[in-house]
């Protein structure tokens, strides 16, 4: 888990509270939209970098910034069920001020975590329309690229974790496409460095 607080330049986040583990969901999510990797001639408007999240919280417990006033409520949500022998199918998302990342159809090997398919789909949001609002796109193992722009990378299951049984990976997308207007396109990456992947992290999941 994540102790260390991340201070950004847009929409600073922190955690309102020490987690412990405690069977509630929990949501671990750092990233960013930009058009970093992303063609500038897909980027509407060219190279603008919206809203920065990192936060680690409990479904239903309050964010802040660094100036103590409250960003929102996370809404969070992540359901593992087996449907291969060995294989579990995640639905994992969270909601904070009006953003949003998730994956939907994420086939992982139910011991190691690692990656084995499915029809997986990546959808985010930043809360401001500079791109013109929700980009949704397949993912897949492989580097990004058109019809899977979205890679997923590092994925691990943790059933001994202090927060309770824990699924992580890195989710690396470039020219992710905006469901009502494709032409636009976008990156997700880290929340601090647009040159690494986001982190996504749930724990606690429902089925895991």
């Known amino acids: 888990m994540r102790y260390v607080f991340r201070f950004l330049a847009v929409a600073p986040l922190v955690l309102t509270s020490c987690q412990e583990a405690s069977g509630v969901l929990l ?53 593992a069920q087996t449907v291969a022998d060995g294989v579990l199918e995640f639905t994992m998302r969270s909601d904070l001020a009006n953003s949003y990342i998730g994956i939907s159809g994420l086939r992982l090997d139910k011991t190691t975590g690692a990656f084995v398919g499915g029809a997986c789909r990546v959808t985010a949001y930043d ?10 796109g397949f993912c897949s193992a492989a580097a990004p690229a058109a019809g ?35 032409t636009s396109q976008v990156s997700v990456r880290d929340s601090q460095s647009a040159a690494n992947p986001a ?8 089925g895991l």
Request: hydrophobic share 30%; charged share 15%; aromatic share 4%.
């Open 27 to 79: 949501a671990d999510i750092a990233y960013q939209l930009t058009c970093v990797g992303t063609s500038p001639t897909n980027c509407a408007p060219a190279m603008v970098t919206g809203q920065n999240f990192d936060y680690v919280a409990d479904d239903g417990d309050e964010v802040s910034n660094t100036m103590g006033t409250v960003i929102g409520t996370v809404e969070a949500s992540c359901v």
């Open 127 to 136: 809360g401001i329309s500079i791109y013109g609002g929700s980009t949704g």
């Open 148 to 182: 899977n722009p979205c890679q997923v990378t590092a994925s691990s299951i943790d059933r001994n974790s202090d927060d309770g049984p824990s699924v992580e990976l890195r989710l690396n997308c470039a020219g992710l496409p905006n469901q009502a207007e494709p």
């Open 199 to 206: 982190i996504i992290r749930f724990a606690n999941c429902r």
